[in-house]
């Protein structure tokens, strides 16, 4: 929470249209976070994970209002080398990310990513070419269409939701969420299976259908402009869960991608990345895993501050309905201020 003089400060920024913050906090660049690239009518089957894609149409909009102004958009590893003062930027600079490792990134993101010559990382969650993976806040979303409750029994115990109206349970998502990323990763399958009334074989026609597979991600991570990064096995909250586990979870996805396309992986996202998800015990261990970047789904802008704690790179999300006022706070620093305060390059 903002202290008094911040929350002053603050409105100041905002008064004076981010000319003041810009030098303090605009910082070199941003780090953008997105998920799903689905044209507009795809997009529209989704209410509550609407926000997770972003069209086509928006998405080559952005590239093209972030060049006018004079952004350059670069890779990971273009920004850990300018943290290792290994390569200057000019320019500011974006960064476009990816989480999850969709489908759709490569039928309807990487050709506009082509056309415009941006550079991109995908984060994997290996469960989803794998088939394994439970893409549990769509089958909420889904389950919500014919459920008034969700019942959640696991080892530890029991809990249930009821709602009326669709409004009401979107409502109890993110408790609902929190509750489900407690859940250790052997249990989950048969506890959700157990919630959702579904099958083994229900999880897996969703990745299947949603998901890059194998020769897929191979395919993508061919491109000169795509950067392979890693994002758990399971998809795991790791604050939620102890560090043997966490370890084996960076380190095995790590591997696996790297076996499967035969290049190294230095990147890493933390799912989910929020404050709820992501401890100092998962910084150290990403550390000791050997990423070079590890990103939060935090906000804040980019410093040359940041390069003593690459583990922990806030990012911003982007998406269809960030509006032009929320952008401009984006990249004059008054949204890196609101969350951060005076803090810089440093969040844990
Ligand atoms: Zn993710």
């Not at 003041?20 to 997105?34: E, N, Q, T, V």
């Not at 972003?54 to 952005?62: F, N, V």
């Not at 959640?152 to 409004?167: A, M, Q, R």
């Amino acid at each position: 929470m903002m202290n008094w003089f911040e929350r002053k400060i603050l409105g100041f920024f905002v008064k004076t249209k981010g000319v003041f913050s810009k030098p303090f906090f605009a910082g070199k660049g941003l780090i953008f976070m997105l998920h799903r690239v689905l044209p507009e009518n795809e997009r529209n089957q989704y209410i509550l994970n609407r926000e997770l894609a972003i069209t086509p149409e928006k998405l080559e909009a952005y590239i093209l209002l972030f060049k006018k102004k004079g952004y350059q958009f670069i890779s990971l590893d273009d920004l850990y080398d300018w943290f290792q003062n290994k390569k200057r930027l000019k320019q500011k600079f974006i960064c476009l990310t990816f989480d999850d490792g969709y489908r759709d990134n490569l039928i309807h993101g990487l050709p506009i990513l082509k056309k415009h010559n941006v550079p991109a990382t995908i984060y994997i969650t290996n469960c989803l070419p794998n088939h394994s993976g439970i893409l549990w806040w769509y089958l909420f979303e889904d389950h919500v269409k014919t459920a008034k409750k969700l019942e959640i029994n696991t080892s530890k115990g029991s809990k249930t939701f009821h709602w009326n109206t669709t409004e009401d349970a979107f409502n109890q998502f993110g408790e609902i969420g929190n509750l489900i990323k407690t859940i250790h990763p052997d249990e989950l399958e048969n506890v959700l299976q157990n919630s959702f009334g579904k099958a083994k074989a229900d999880f897996e026609e969703l990745c299947r259908s949603v998901a890059m597979s194998w020769d897929e991600i191979k395919m993508i991570s061919n491109e000169p402009l795509i950067t392979i990064g890693a994002h758990t096995m399971s998809h795991l909250s790791v604050k939620q869960h102890g560090s043997d586990l966490v370890e084996y979870e960076m380190l095995t996805s790590k591997l696996e991608l790297e076996k499967q396309i035969g290049k190294e992986v230095h990147h890493f996202a933390y799912p989910f990345g929020g404050t709820f998800d992501v401890d100092i015990k998962d910084i150290k261990i990403a550390e000791h895993v050997g990423f070079k970047t590890s990103t939060l789904n935090q906000p804040g802008n980019i410093f040359k501050l940041n390069r003593k704690n690459l583990q922990v790179l806030p990012r911003m999300p982007l998406g269809d309905t960030t509006s032009d006022e929320r952008l401009n706070f984006y990249l004059n620093g008054i949204y890196h201020f609101s969350d951060n305060g005076f803090k810089r390059g440093k969040y844990y």
